[in-house]
């Protein structure tokens, strides 16, 4: 397994909510903009501002199939997107609570 994988891996076993974004990314400021809103307690790792970003999205893609920003798991689950995540919108706070991130 790559370094970049384990870690990410990692990175999501260890946090209850995971957002892998980019700093630039308009949808990935949503869906932070989102969780803020929330108030959720929330890891973000922004992939453009970190030596292995581009390592880590290569992994993110061969564990979740999803090669785009931001990518976001709750309760080590991968949830999607941001449009994945702005359609839970009324289940949010629910999934939140659960995994102890508000």
Same mark, same amino acid.
């Given at each position: 397994?790559?370094?970049? +994988?384990?870690? /990410?891996?990692? *990175? ?5 909510? @995971? @957002?892998?974004?980019?700093? %630039? ?8 903009? $989102? =969780?803020?809103?929330?108030?959720? +307690? %929330?890891?973000?790792?922004? =992939?453009?501002? @970190?030596?292995?970003?581009? /390592? *880590?999205?290569?992994? $993110? ?7 785009? @920003? ?17 359609? +839970? ?5 629910? =999934? =939140?609570?659960?995994?102890?991130? *508000?």
């Amino acid at each position: 397994m790559s370094a970049a +994988k384990q870690k /990410a891996q990692q *990175i999501i076993e260890q946090n209850p909510v @995971v @957002v892998f974004s980019k700093s %630039y990314c308009p949808y990935c400021r949503a869906s932070k903009s $989102l =969780l803020d809103q929330k108030h959720a +307690k %929330y890891y973000l790792l922004e =992939l453009d501002e @970190v030596d292995d970003g581009p /390592a *880590i999205q290569d992994a $993110l893609e061969e564990i979740t199939g999803q090669r785009t @920003v931001p990518n976001i798991f709750i309760g080590h689950k991968h949830i999607g997107g941001n449009s994945d995540l702005q359609a +839970k919108k009324g289940q949010l706070d629910g =999934l =939140l609570k659960t995994v102890g991130a *508000i």
